[in-house]
């Protein structure tokens, strides 16, 4: 590497330090640890990402599944379906700080970004619960399409998506009022959905149509539909591309934002479930179901690496990276 | 007494009741094919090994036929797609021998790692009270001996919360953990008998 391709370098990675600092508090940080769920175990796995090695292990009992971390990162949110209940996890101590009933089957859950506010998907209940964490309450609740799943929040914190699995379509839910305010029929059983960096779009992995929906949430209009491997579960963004886990291949389809060609299929471990992409993108980690590992991919090389072991059944649906 | 008038209302308060319960029964019709294709969030993991004393490759040789899976005591019939096996295309029909069938779908096919990965589309919940139940048999050589594998996952056969106790997840378990054993016990006896 030359000097003049350092300097730039040091200055790009300052302008994006500075960058971040805009952004809400620690989210452009680097991240040290993955906190999984790992839902046969009954517990919540942090894992040092430095080491791939699971260092500690907080018991979380009703099968925990879905996860969220706080823009602070001070807190992992995790929901349990079978427990009814919203956890939540002190990451510095590794503790249970609190936890409280939602209703049936809480599944999915995100952070807005501005607020704080944690947003749960009631599965069995067919809505979306706010809770606030600053008092541990239900403030409100909104009925969605059926079996609600995975959920996103706009950087500006004022959209709410839900996956609504059995209706085979995203609910729109503006924060502000807690109203259902749209609905976009995507394709067969939506699962995860996430929303690319700037915000433009969303991308639902669809269970049963093996493919993503892109939808344009200027318009709420579904644009593209890209084919991906068996029972597609979530959605990652770096580097340039979309990244799906898909859970029957043992694999990632790799697609590129720009026009939303292939780029390729990185097999990974059995049942690839949660997926999330680190903040400068340099690699995505996703936790395997049926092999018991979360595994580091690089976003360069496209190829799967280290792996660690955790515990019985992780799934981290959601935002597991702190 | 009754009056005319009454009288009417009465079978119109009869058809009424006919036609509500007409609509509930259309509701019911239409919410059944997607009950059928649904699951509650909590997937469950069944891992049942054998050692069986035959070499791996005839082991394989089993195991690894997608167009026959008679080797378990309960399939009476397999009907598979022809042509050349095609990962997450080529598909088949199981008629157990008490009549239930199920459909699946072949998700891996390698016979370098002697893996081979189906995943069920339609099942019978009567015979196995699962969904999506999605099996990968391997077969490893351990000196001359092998060692099969067979890891289930699957979720129990009854969406909602609450589930009767035969749709349980502890139903769905002990039933995959009785197939998968009976299997491979067969399996076993077959290769050892050398028939």
């Not at chain 1, 942090?46 to 823009?71: N, Y």
């Not at chain 1, 939602?102 to 809505?127: C, F, H, K, Q, T």
């Not at chain 2, 008629?95 to 069920?120: C, M, Q, S, V, W």
Request: with cysteine; glycine share 8%.
């Amino acid at each position: 590497m030359t000097g003049r391709s350092f300097a730039r370098r040091v200055a790009i990675a300052v302008a994006l330090c500075i960058a971040g600092a805009a952004a809400p508090a620690m989210a452009g940080e680097a991240v040290r640890e993955a906190f999984i769920t790992s839902q046969l175990a009954d517990s919540v796995g942090v894992v040092d990402l430095a080491t791939m090695k699971q260092v500690a292990e907080i018991a979380v009992s009703g099968k925990p599944a879905g996860i969220a971390m706080s823009s602070q990162r001070d807190f992992a949110y995790v929901t349990t379906p079978d427990g009814k209940e919203l956890v939540a996890i002190d990451t510095a101590a590794r503790k249970v700080a609190w936890r409280i009933n939602v209703g049936e089957g809480p599944l999915g859950i995100a952070v807005n970004p501005r607020s704080g506010v944690v947003y749960v998907a009631n599965w069995y209940g067919d809505e979306i619960v706010s809770v606030d964490p600053k008092t541990q309450q239900v403030t409100h609740r909104v009925k969605v399409g059926r079996a609600p799943s995975g959920l996103a929040v706009t950087e500006d914190g004022a959209t709410i998506l839900s996956a609504d699995r059995e209706s085979d379509a995203i609910s729109v839910i503006d924060a502000a009022s807690f109203t259902r305010t749209g609905e976009i029929k995507v394709g067969e059983h939506p699962f995860g959905v996430a929303i690319e960096p700037g915000g433009k779009r969303a991308f639902a992995a669809n269970v049963v149509s093996n493919d993503v929906s892109v939808i344009d949430l200027g318009t709420r209009k579904v644009t593209a539909t890209v084919k991906v491997g068996s029972r597609p579960y979530g959605v990652a963004f770096a580097n340039g591309n979309a990244f799906v886990t898909n859970q029957a291949s043992r694999s990632l389809s790799v697609f590129r934002l720009s026009d939303l060609q292939p780029v390729t299929t990185i097999p990974v471990g059995d049942y690839p479930e949660g997926i999330q992409a680190t903040p400068d993108g340099s690699a995505v980690y996703v936790a395997c179901w049926g092999d018991n590992i979360v595994q580091r991919v690089d976003t360069a090389t496209l190829k799967a690496g280290v792996k660690a072991e955790v515990s019985d059944g992780p799934r981290a649906f959601g935002t597991f990276l702190h | 007494m009754l009056g005319p008038r009454t009288q009417k209302s009465l079978v119109t308060q009869l058809g009424e009741t006919l036609k509500r319960i007409a609509i509930a029964a259309l509701a019911l019709a239409a919410v059944m094919p997607m009950l059928a294709n649904a699951h509650g969030p909590s997937r469950k993991k069944e891992i049942s090994t054998i050692e069986i004393n035959a070499p791996a490759d005839k082991v394989w040789e089993v195991v690894g036929n997608y167009r026959d899976m008679g080797w378990h005591p309960q399939i009476g019939k397999t009907e598979a797609d022809p042509g050349e096996y095609k990962k997450e295309v080529t598909k088949r029909k199981l008629t157990f021998k008490n009549g239930a069938i199920f459909t699946d779908t072949l998700t891996r096919y390698e016979p370098e790692n002697k893996t081979i990965a189906f995943l069920t589309n339609d099942e019978d919940l009567k015979t196995l009270p699962v969904e999506g139940y999605s099996s990968t048999i391997s077969v490893a050589d351990e000196g001359g001996k092998s060692k099969v594998e067979w890891k289930g996952a699957f979720y129990r056969g009854y969406m909602n919360n609450d589930p009767p106790p035969e749709l349980s997840d502890k139903a769905a378990i002990a039933a995959v953990t009785a197939f998968q054993k009976e299997g491979l016990e067969a399996l076993k006896a077959k290769l050892e008998s050398g028939k």
